[in-house]
């Protein structure tokens, strides 16, 4: 019988209430930018003095009504190896469905009122899949990352890969998203932008992240209209909610009426939609036509949104030709492959893969899935897999089966070719095999007083193991240390293992520890662990969890003990 004892600490940042629904975190994420970088806020009020000022240099002499901006994008899609990780075909629908709207060649044009519909336009912006990359090298417009921070994702998951911004328009995919500690939306936001800026907007945060369930109408997002993405590029552009975010706000657009708050739920049927807000100031529309609720700015359902107003395109191809020309440039268009004469050409694939799981037992069987992507699977001619530690060592399936018959910890490697090239995924330490019967029978015992720890190297089946980390993870430290528990070392009572949450870069980042394997089977139930613990919460905002899971398989799979919340500890 194997046993282990894993101790691992999240932290995890906010407690969110659910509220009602509410799909858009855009305002949230730049509260938090400016709660983050007052001087962006400074600016910001700059701003909004210089995009006024331009609205009206615009209707006079700036932003001339045949130009025409063609925007490269990229798609960072953040994936476990699930459905999450969405499809070319799906990303394709997205981008479909994002031009028709923005060009207003949507099917639905017909359910704009007619009292709007003269105000109703081409916002003459268009985008294309990125098909060259930051190197030079092709690309599908699709990159994919294997991340757990594709869950509850706030900015974090742009630190995982961003395209230049001042060549790309950068879009993340996720599996869910949570803004922010001092918000109330989390489960229920769909996407979140950044607007438009230099001095008062951070480039390296520059983007949109939506759902993966609300990218495009097919695939995962089967049942959506897929213009979650419309509205949010939409912010990317510069454009205000429709409510201008405040009572009967101002979204600095003139054919737009004056809206009192989102409509949520509100659709063609409730047309006209009179709340009565004040005509605003500059207003070119009447606001006896009620609120445009039908606008991809307000909150109404997606299947209910059929228009930009002329005013908000002139708003968005003024926000590109002031904050965002370099990417719209010819230049630029031909280094991303999206200028009009770029021909298409198949690309070299991508290695990568997925096993169904790497703790294990000596004498499992792994199941590998081929991840690899930047071309149809179909025009891959062949898979290399070497297993170090494995039987087979080598394999040229697509999705090949494995068994590891002794411990260790091994390197697995893909080679991915088709007629256009060739590469190699290289994992190094991706196999984490026990021996099937633990040599160390309980009761075990750790102080952590080795400096070795948590490696020995002349009894290496007494490591430890951490999780892999950029981040400071758990360390061994001679500054803490508890009352001796040693039945063995009397007088050694010096050292522990402490992680620290302050010098964590990212909300929600779990670091794990694991015991080596203990051999239970002579010991009289019930099994107990003890430990000693200190904890010094960080700030009122903190929210650390300590959980405890044992595994009766090696590591495969884990069942929770002890769960430790931040009051709790
Ligand atoms: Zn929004
Ligand atoms: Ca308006």
């Not at 390197?411 to 099937?436: C, D, F, H, M, Q």
């Amino acid at each position: 019988m194997k046993n282990f004892i894993t101790i691992t600490i999240g932290l995890l940042i906010g407690v969110f209430s659910t509220s009602a629904q509410n799909w858009c975190g855009t305002v949230e994420h730049q509260k938090k930018l400016y709660a983050d970088n007052p001087e962006l806020e400074e600016a910001s009020e700059k701003r909004t003095a210089a995009f006024n000022r331009l609205q009206g240099e615009n209707s006079a002499s700036g932003v001339r009504n045949d130009d025409h901006y063609i925007v490269p994008v990229v798609f960072h899609v953040i994936h476990e190896g699930g459905d999450e990780n969405i499809s070319l075909t799906q990303i394709e629908d997205q981008m479909k469905i994002l031009n028709e709207d923005f060009a207003r060649l949507n099917a639905d044009t017909t359910n704009t009122p007619s009292v709007f519909a003269e105000y109703a336009g081409d916002a003459r912006i268009e985008f294309r899949l990125a098909k060259i990359d930051p190197d030079g090298n092709c690309t599908e417009g699709v990159t994919r990352t294997f991340s757990n921070l594709t869950n509850d994702t706030h900015e974090d998951v742009k630190t995982l890969i961003q395209w230049a911004p001042e060549h790309y328009f950068n879009i993340w995919v996720v599996k869910s998203i949570s803004i922010d500690i001092d918000t109330d939306l989390d489960g229920m936001i769909l996407g979140f932008a950044q607007f438009p800026g230099q001095l008062w907007s951070k480039p390296e945060t520059d983007g949109v992240v939506i759902r993966h369930d609300y990218c495009g109408s097919i695939g995962t997002a089967q049942g959506v209209s897929g213009r979650t993405l419309t509205h949010e590029a939409g912010h990317w552009l510069n454009l205000i909610h429709i409510w201008g975010d405040e009572d009967c706000g101002n979204d600095q657009v003139n054919d737009t009426p004056t809206a009192k708050e989102a409509n949520h739920g509100v659709c063609t049927n409730h047309f006209p939609w009179d709340r009565g807000c004040e005509t605003g100031s500059g207003q070119t529309i009447t606001q006896d036509s009620g609120e445009m609720f039908m606008n991809y700015m307000d909150y109404s359902d997606g299947y209910c949104q059929n228009m930009f107003s002329l005013g908000q395109g002139t708003r968005m191809r003024s926000a590109i030709n002031q904050y965002r020309v370099n990417l719209t440039t010819e230049s630029n268009l031909i280094a991303t492959g999206t200028n009009d004469n770029y021909v298409t050409v198949d690309c070299a694939p991508i290695a990568e893969f997925k096993a169904n799981f790497t703790y294990g037992c000596a004498g499992d069987g792994l199941n590998y899935e081929s991840h690899s992507y930047n071309t149809p699977v179909d025009s891959i001619s062949s898979y290399e897999w070497t297993f170090e530690g494995g039987t087979p060592s080598s394999s040229t399936e697509q999705n090949p089966s494995v068994i590891y018959n002794e411990s260790g910890i091994f390197k697995t490697t893909l080679t991915t070719t088709n007629r256009v090239g060739s590469s190699t995924a290289i994992k190094e330490a991706y196999v984490n095999i026990s021996p099937e019967n633990a040599d160390m029978p309980a009761p075990y015992f750790q102080n952590f007083e080795s400096h070795e720890f948590p490696t020995f190297d002349n009894n290496p089946h007494l490591n430890w193991t951490t999780s892999e980390s950029e981040d400071p993870s758990w360390q061994w430290t001679t500054e803490v240390s508890s009352p001796n528990l040693s039945p063995i070392d009397n007088n050694i009572n010096s050292a522990s293992i402490r992680i620290r949450s302050s010098e964590f870069n990212q909300i929600g980042e779990k670091h794990i520890l694991i015991t080596p394997s203990i051999d239970l089977s002579n010991t009289l139930t019930p099994v107990r662990a003890y430990f000693d613990l200190a904890h010094a919460r960080r700030n009122e905002s903190s929210n650390d969890n300590l959980t405890i899971h044992v595994s009766k398989d090696c590591g495969r799979t884990w069942t929770r003990r002890f769960n430790k919340d931040t009051d709790a500890l």
